[in-house]
């Protein structure tokens, strides 16, 4: 199991992920029609079908995916080091947001 685990740390690192993650344009992505016109569409779709907590859920991953690249995430590590008193903020965050999505999942049904 741990070679397995490490050959994906390793294909990951190899590709790159991070850094891609990183240079995203999220202007350039939400004005790009081949990326705009089907997220209408799902989002359009989720509300016609009155679908709530599938839009919850996307909303909280786009917001997730948008803090990731702000400059308070990037300012986490310092000289290599973890910033505690910057962590502490972000966990919580995670928390709340991963609370309203097992509770959507899990807690109760439409």
């Known amino acids: 199991m741990s070679d397995f685990l490490q050959k994906t740390i390793d294909f990951i690192d190899q590709v790159k992920v991070f850094d891609q993650m990183k ?6 992505l939400f004005t ?50 973890l910033q505690v008193d910057k962590v502490l903020p972000v966990l919580a965050g995670g928390a709340v947001a991963l609370g309203i999505v097992i509770y959507l999942l899990f807690g109760r049904s439409d």
């Open 23 to 28: 240079d995203i344009d999220a202007v350039g």
């Open 32 to 81: 790009n029609p081949w990326f705009l016109v089907p997220f209408i569409g799902i989002m359009a779709y989720l509300v016609y079908k009155k679908s709530w907590r599938n839009i919850i859920i996307l909303a909280i991953f786009i917001a997730v995916w948008w803090a990731s690249g702000t400059d308070y995430m990037q300012s986490l590590t310092v000289g290599g080091e």
